[in-house]
């Protein structure tokens, strides 16, 4: 079943076409990545679903046409910031007076992570933790849909961690998650399926392992540091180094069978890597730029 559904939308901005006729669907129950570098469009798309801007052209439908949009969707806005002076308890509190339909506030405390800091001022929490309120304020009316833009962007690895683990969480509860991100980490670790943006285009759509598999060069075994001529085991591989050689590998299950016949020739080696393509892969593959920088 489809939450979201998007037909040729279209943003213009005097001459600049910030998103330009993009379909896609969203299902009940998944997270769906827009993945791509600043500019692309991203936010001009997710604020065209969550009804703060209006669409030039094009076609959204959310939910089905009885239910109230603005009462069931959660936002976490990008670059979000809340009331400094307001504790994380009457933030909460604030923010739920403003829906009919509420969760409970130790319900919502307990499920993101936040019951120990309740009582201490926004100023006073790290990064990670006022990201935390924004994630439980986009929470407070217990929408179906939730919009995170950027959720992890200045956060350090840490804290993005665990971020990653309360969407997680969201998604074992049933949510549906639209999560905007320029962190290819992020979108293969958490989304089911991404939409990579460029330039206000959806240029590839798909769950990520299939556009890795699609888009990305074959996974590579690295053996470093060979004590033997590895081409007399595994015609295939090539030395790109007197101290590396590569292989690409066809089906991942064939590895276990290569490094017994290393063994069986008494081949000894310093390391072994595999090296599979990702995310970033498939975006430098598709645009010839890459997605950070
Ligand atoms: N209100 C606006 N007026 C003019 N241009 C805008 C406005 N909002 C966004 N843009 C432009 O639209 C493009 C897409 O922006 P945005 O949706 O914020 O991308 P992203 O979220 O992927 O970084 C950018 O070129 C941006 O400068
Ligand atoms: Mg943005």
Redesign the pocket.
């Known amino acids: 079943m489809n939450v979201i559904e998007v037909k040729n939308l279209t943003k213009v ?2 001459d ?1 076409i ?1 998103v330009n006729n993009i379909s896609f669907n969203v299902r009940k129950g998944e997270i769906f990545s827009l993945l ?1 570098p ?8 997710v604020e065209m679903l969550e009804m703060i801007r209006k669409p030039t052209s094009g076609e959204i439908k959310i939910f089905d046409s009885k239910t109230d949009i603005k009462e069931n969707i959660g936002i976490l806005p ?1 670059k979000f910031q809340s009331f400094e002076r307001l504790s994380v308890r009457e933030t909460l509190k604030y923010f739920s007076s403003l829906y009919e339909k509420r969760i409970d506030i130790d319900e919502l405390l307990n499920l993101i992570g936040l019951k120990e800091v309740e009582g201490i001022m926004y100023k006073n929490l790290s990064g990670g933790l006022k990201r935390r309120v924004g994630v439980a304020i986009a929470l407070v009316n217990d929408p179906e849909l939730i919009f995170l833009d950027e959720p992890t962007t200045g956060l350090d690895p840490a804290a993005r961690r665990s971020l990653w683990e309360v969407i997680k969480n969201l998604k074992k509860r049933g949510k549906t998650i639209i999560l ?1 991100t320029h962190y290819m980490e992020e979108a293969q670790y958490l989304a089911d399926r991404v939409a990579i ?1 460029h330039r ?1 285009k959806i240029i590839a759509m798909d769950e990520p392992h299939k556009l890795i598999e699609r888009y990305g060069d074959k996974t590579k075994l690295i053996i470093k540091g060979a004590d033997g001529n590895l081409k007399e085991i595994l015609p295939s591989i090539k030395y790109s180094s007197s101290r590396e050689a590569v292989m690409e590998i066809d089906d991942e299950g064939d590895i276990a069978s290569i490094i017994l016949q290393l063994k069986k020739g008494g081949i000894r080696y310093e390391r072994i890597e595999i090296e599979r393509a990702n995310l970033e892969d498939v975006f430098l593959k598709l645009t010839g730029a890459k997605l950070r920088g």
Do not use: C, E, L, P
């Open positions: 901005y005097g600049i910030a791509g600043n500019g692309a469009g991203k936010t001009t798309t990008q905007t943006m206000g």
